[in-house]
């Protein structure tokens, strides 16, 4: 029986690379790699080795014959690819390891960031080079975005941090937490004391809507929401308030589902996961009954992914209801199977009165082809005025219609964007490190930073998964790698050992690998307490004295469940 690969696929290829028959498509190489949703197994080649299965870091692989409740579909989506997507399977050009030119000494490169992007990085210098790496991040605790992004709910896709935390235990890496480039260390100083700098900062502000309200109370951006349910200590516990019957998200992509589906979902179910302490008890007291997803675009045009859209119409107690609207209920006839529209047809559809509080009962309604125009309330958000749009030859234009929902939390989820570093270039329009291939560029001269490097979302904007991060990297690795061969990267004046003290002098309270395996023990014995993998310290103070071994500062919850385990 052939395998097929299932929504918490990550796209990070490894499955690829062991495949006797190559029938995992798209590889690294081909068009599409990066984009899709998944990657596929074609069931007709499959030989049933069950190769990919033991290398996938997620468990997203699994027999067809074991597929069931909402994984059953995956066997039929894996076998559509290879219908609309024919190949013969042959193999492309082999790739082999990257190495430093011979005579070139110890190569010394800085990381800044800890998410998947720099764990990637990091990986592949150490396992192909005989590099010294230093990672540096802002935070008490590393992780990045596999930390404070990845819904709770996921955790498997959090599996993959495994490999991640075996990284940062690597004997040629130093880790330094708590130390913010910028502020307490400067690009500069990096590159004083290492040969390279890899940028892999992400994408840490949201886009705004530039509306008016929308600096109300009770207006969020996503970044906020998934930090506070997340336990990223710079989010404070109380941000979100859920005493509002009815929230609007603004955007349909991935993360404005993952937020509808955690503010709905069973606290009970919610216990077992690594959600925020704060956030559990803040969702048990929840007066959120509906949460509606609102797109400018139709059906076809939303951002989710079959995956997590075909996930959420299994979330137990939750109806999910299509709002009824002439375009969407034309576009959802037409549609091809297997289309994004065609997942509609079999949901609920009603004329919903936005006038009135929401029915009885807990929902995600979908409501298409409207554009918010202005956050009304007195003191806070109290409702959402929207317009009609619709598609002109792919433009949205709008209709004349108008109409108002009665909201009181508005989440905006319409995109991330990076923010600058100081010290190097930054494309504003792309909202990025001014970068080509990697490398870190002058946006104007288009020359080359010596030994500036970018990975992840700070080079290629917010798009791709956690798995997108490893070709990603592997491409910035290439340049640094061809400018070592080349001899263009700076010589460093300075030593590991005297950037070490550098940072000791500058950022006394930066911890390390030490105080980062105490969180990790504390974390987990908080968790064994109470029946779930972890519970996370939610603060700086905290993170720090459950590194440094003390029991002060801590809350009395983390006492007692320390004490506990």
């Given at each position: 029986?052939?395998?097929?690969?299932?929504r918490?696929?990550?796209?990070?290829?490894?499955?690829?690379?062991?495949?006797?028959?190559?029938?995992?498509?798209?590889?690294?190489?081909e068009?599409?790699f990066?984009?899709?949703?998944l990657?596929?197994?074609?069931p007709?080649?499959c030989?049933?080795?069950g190769?990919?299965?033991?290398?996938?870091?997620?468990?997203?692989?699994?027999?067809?014959?074991r597929?069931?409740g909402?994984?059953?579909?995956?066997g039929?989506?894996?076998?559509r690819?290879?219908?609309e997507?024919?190949?013969?399977h042959a193999?492309?050009?082999p790739?082999?390891?990257?190495?430093?030119?011979?005579?070139?000494?110890?190569?010394?490169?800085?990381?800044v960031?800890?998410?998947?992007?720099?764990?990637?990085?990091?990986q592949?210098?150490?396992?192909t080079?005989?590099a010294?790496?230093?990672m540096?991040?802002r935070?008490p605790?590393a992780?990045?975005?596999l930390?404070h992004?990845?819904?709770?709910?996921?955790q498997?896709?959090?599996q993959?941090?495994?490999?991640f935390?075996?990284v940062?235990?690597?004997?040629?890496?130093r880790?330094?937490?708590?130390?913010?480039v910028?502020?307490d260390?400067?690009?500069a100083?990096?590159?004083?004391?290492?040969h390279?700098?890899?940028y892999?900062?992400?994408?840490?502000?949201?886009r705004?809507?530039?509306?008016?309200?929308?600096?109300?109370?009770g207006s969020?951006?996503?970044?906020?929401?998934?930090?506070?349910y997340?336990a990223?200590?710079t989010v404070?516990a109380?941000?979100?308030?859920?005493?509002?019957?009815?929230?609007?998200?603004?955007?349909?992509?991935n993360?404005?589902?993952?937020?509808?589906r955690?503010l709905?979902?069973?606290?009970?179910?919610?216990?077992?996961?690594?959600?925020a302490?704060?956030?559990l008890a803040?969702?048990?007291?929840s007066?959120?009954?509906?949460?509606?997803?609102?797109?400018r675009?139709?059906?076809?045009?939303?951002a989710?992914t079959?995956?997590e859209?075909?996930?959420?119409?299994?979330?137990p107690g939750?109806?999910?209801?299509?709002?009824?609207?002439?375009?969407?209920?034309?576009?959802?006839?037409a549609?091809p199977?297997?289309?994004?529209a065609?997942?509609?047809?079999?949901?609920?559809?009603?004329?919903?009165d936005w006038?009135?509080?929401?029915?009885?009962?807990?929902r995600i309604?979908l409501?298409?082809?409207s554009?918010?125009?202005?956050?009304?309330?007195?003191?806070r958000?109290e409702?959402?005025?929207?317009?009609?749009?619709?598609?002109?030859d792919?433009?949205?234009?709008?209709?004349?219609?108008?109409?108002t929902i009665?909201?009181?939390?508005?989440?905006?989820?319409?995109?991330?964007?990076?923010?600058?570093v100081?010290?190097l270039?930054?494309?504003?329009?792309?909202?990025t490190i001014?970068?080509?291939d990697?490398?870190v560029?002058?946006p104007?001269?288009?020359?080359?930073?010596?030994?500036?490097?970018?990975?992840?979302?700070?080079?290629?904007?917010?798009?791709?998964?956690?798995?997108?991060?490893?070709?990603?990297?592997e491409?910035?690795?290439?340049?640094l790698?061809?400018?070592?061969?080349?001899?263009?990267?700076?010589?460093?004046?300075g030593?590991?050992?005297?950037f070490?003290?550098l940072?000791?002098?500058?950022?006394?309270?930066?911890i390390g690998?030490?105080?980062?395996?105490a969180?990790d023990?504390?974390e987990?014995?908080?968790g064994?307490?109470?029946?779930?993998?972890?519970v996370k310290?939610a603060?700086?103070?905290d993170?720090?004295?459950?590194g440094r071994?003390?029991?002060r500062g801590?809350?009395r919850?983390?006492?007692?469940?320390?004490?506990r385990?």
């Open positions: 029986m052939a395998y097929a690969i299932t918490t696929c990550c796209n990070d290829a490894s499955c690829v690379s062991v495949c006797p028959v190559n029938c995992i498509h798209p590889t690294p190489d068009p599409g990066g984009t899709t949703e990657l596929f197994i074609d007709a080649a030989i049933d080795c190769a990919c299965a033991d290398a996938c870091p997620v468990d997203a692989v699994l027999p067809v014959d597929l069931t909402p994984d059953a579909v995956y039929e989506l894996n076998a690819y290879y219908q997507h024919p190949t013969d193999w492309g050009e790739r082999f390891p990257r190495s430093l030119p011979p005579g070139f000494g110890a190569l010394r490169v800085a990381i960031g800890t998410g998947p992007a720099a764990s990637y990085t990091a592949t210098l150490l396992r080079t005989g010294e790496v230093t540096i991040d935070l605790v992780g990045g975005l930390r992004g990845v819904a709770p709910d996921h498997s896709t959090k993959i941090g495994a490999g935390a075996g940062l235990q690597h004997p040629r890496l880790l330094h937490l708590n130390v913010e910028g502020r260390i400067g690009h100083d990096l590159t004083d004391h290492h390279a700098v890899v892999a900062v992400g994408a840490a502000a949201d705004r809507l530039d509306l008016p309200g929308e600096d109300l109370p969020l951006a996503a970044t906020t929401v998934v930090g506070w997340n990223e200590p404070p109380d941000a979100v308030d859920l005493r509002a019957e009815r929230i609007v998200i603004v955007g349909n992509g993360v404005a589902l993952d937020i509808a955690i709905l979902t069973d606290p009970d179910r919610l216990a077992t996961t690594d959600i302490d704060h956030a803040a969702l048990r007291g007066q959120v009954r509906e949460v509606v997803l609102l797109a675009r139709g059906p076809e045009q939303a989710w079959r995956p859209f075909l996930a959420m119409g299994q979330l939750v109806e999910l209801v299509l709002d009824d609207q002439p375009q969407v209920r034309e576009a959802v006839a549609a199977p297997g289309s994004k065609a997942l509609l047809a079999d949901l609920a559809v009603e004329s919903v006038s009135r509080p929401p029915r009885p009962g807990r309604v409501r298409f082809f554009a918010p125009t202005a956050l009304l309330g007195e003191g958000v409702a959402l005025r929207v317009a009609g749009t619709r598609l002109d792919a433009r949205v234009r709008r209709t004349g219609e108008e109409l009665g909201a009181g939390l508005v989440v905006r989820s319409i995109g991330h964007r990076g923010v600058p100081p010290g270039p930054f494309d504003e329009a792309a909202g001014a970068q080509r990697g490398r560029v002058d104007v001269t288009g020359r080359p930073l010596p030994g500036g490097y970018v990975v992840g979302w700070a080079k290629r904007g917010p798009s791709g998964g956690i798995g997108a991060n490893r070709a990603c990297a491409q910035t690795l290439d340049a790698l061809d400018d070592a061969a080349a001899r263009a990267l700076p010589t460093p004046a030593t590991g050992a005297d070490a003290r940072v000791r002098q500058r950022r006394p309270e930066a690998l030490r105080e980062l395996r969180v023990r504390a987990r014995a908080r064994q307490a109470v029946g779930r993998p972890r310290l603060t700086v103070s993170l720090l004295a459950a071994g003390s029991g801590f809350g919850g983390f006492r007692r469940g320390f004490r385990g």
